[in-house]
């Protein structure tokens, strides 16, 4: 069976599909918006399609290939997600935990009243659980944020600093002195707590987050260029990072020859600290369609990947309605939060083509992943430009790949 033949075997047109090459080329990458873009689209785990254009190192014309090693950020979050419930599985912890059972200094957090350093604080209205960790309800913040005393207590101490000096133990000793933004439940704010997770699942299993996400997740779905830093092999396929200008240009961000990347993190960031490829993460978002199984490796049951891409969030509500998050990947009408990643529940209200329970996430250089489990349908977007928010182009794909879809299931 020929290319053009496979592609209408999946349900999509091919002439359609080469309307994304079109519109990445002209729209974002020959107009200098984005160094490059690779956009991967699979039905039933087949590739259906991909597109590779533009540099990986701008400065240097080094084109962009389809083993390009990218930061990826908080596509990193769902990956440390599964490795939790992968313990969940185990009854080694569980979802109503208490965070204080298992980080006991943690105990006697209490939430931000008023102050700057020393603090005035209330008592939370009940302890934090394990899965506020999961949904972003744990009252904890991100320092970038600048909305808050408690945001800019993260920044002077550096909590997030992935490339500092602290390791995870010490960004939860650093944790262990800040208020909570509210109590944990009220509300939903995106946050560390992921890098709390990878955290808990280093400490359950008594050895490194790396090590951990290795001998669970990367090695048995063969995710051979995924980790924490760039390995000498891989240097010479690292992309450079860039920010957006006002003018709609490129700013060198981070050189691939000189990034700290080319070194282990000191703080194995569960929350944004991989790096991998397409194809890598492709694997991964497989496996979740498929109900948490890839080529014979079982990393997940059926259900507990339902329950992942269930909405979690306090009262059946959206992103909209709980969200005190000045930061946001998408518009999110019609989206709540399951345990890792953002979920559909209320489709029309997204005002973009999408299927009741898709669920998806994106990194802060404006990579992005879905996985539409009632049309088989799994996505990587790649690119490396901060921040995320500049463009819609995960919207944007959305549509283009589903004006191409001549079969629904």
């Not at 962009?64 to 185990?90: G, H, N, W």
């Not at 960790?133 to 993260?154: E, I, K, M, P, W």
């Not at 948490?292 to 059946?316: F, K, Q, T, W, Y």
């Not at 930061?327 to 939060?337: D, I, K, L, R, Y």
């Amino acid at each position: 069976m020929n290319q053009i033949s496979r592609i209408k075997s999946s349900g999509f047109s091919p002439e359609r599909l080469t309307r994304i090459d079109r519109f990445l080329a002209e729209k974002y990458v020959g107009s200098g918006r984005m160094p490059c873009a690779q956009f991967l689209l699979a039905r039933n785990g087949e590739t259906v399609h991909e597109t590779v254009i533009g540099n990986r190192d701008v400065e240097r014309g080094v084109a962009l290939t389809a083993d390009t090693v990218f930061r990826i950020y908080s596509m990193t979050k769902p990956v440390t997600c599964v490795a939790l419930m992968t313990l969940v599985e185990e009854g080694l912890i569980a979802l109503d935990d208490p965070v204080a059972k298992h980080i006991p200094a943690w105990k006697d957090l209490a939430v931000f009243a008023a102050g700057v350093d020393p603090f005035m604080t209330t008592p939370a209205a009940r302890p934090m659980q394990v899965v506020d960790l999961l949904r972003h309800t744990s009252g904890l913040t991100y320092g970038f944020q600048s909305r808050t005393n408690v945001d800019a207590a993260y920044r002077k101490l550096k909590v997030e600093e992935m490339h500092g000096d602290h390791d995870l133990e010490a960004f939860i000793a650093m944790l262990a002195k800040l208020p909570l933004e509210f109590s944990p439940g009220e509300a939903w704010n995106y946050s560390v707590s992921t890098d709390v997770v990878g955290y808990l699942v280093q400490k359950l299993c008594g050895k490194p987050l790396s090590q951990v996400l290795a001998e669970r997740i990367f090695q048995p779905l063969k995710m051979t260029d995924t980790g924490f830093f760039v390995r000498e092999d891989q240097r010479g396929r690292f992309g450079a990072c860039y920010n957006a200008t006002p003018q709609g240009g490129l700013k060198l961000q981070d050189d691939p020859e000189t990034s700290p990347y080319l070194q282990p993190p000191a703080l194995e960031s569960g929350g944004g600290g991989l790096v991998s490829t397409a194809a890598d993460y492709m694997r991964f978002a497989n496996m979740l369609v498929n109900g948490g199984e890839l080529d014979g490796a079982r990393i997940l049951s059926p259900m507990s990947v339902r329950l992942m891409a269930s909405n979690h969030l306090p009262g059946g509500k959206d992103l909209t309605e709980l969200s005190r998050s000045l930061f946001s990947e998408s518009t999110n009408a019609g989206v709540g939060f399951g345990l890792g990643f953002a979920v559909v529940f209320d489709p029309p209200k997204t005002l973009v083509p999408c299927s009741m329970g898709e669920f998806y996430w994106g990194g802060a250089a404006s990579t992005a992943f879905w996985v539409d489990p009632v049309e088989k349908v799994t996505a990587v977007f790649m690119t490396q430009l901060l921040p995320s928010s500049t463009y819609p182009i995960r919207r944007e794909l959305r549509t283009l790949v589903y004006s191409a879809l001549t079969e629904t299931g």
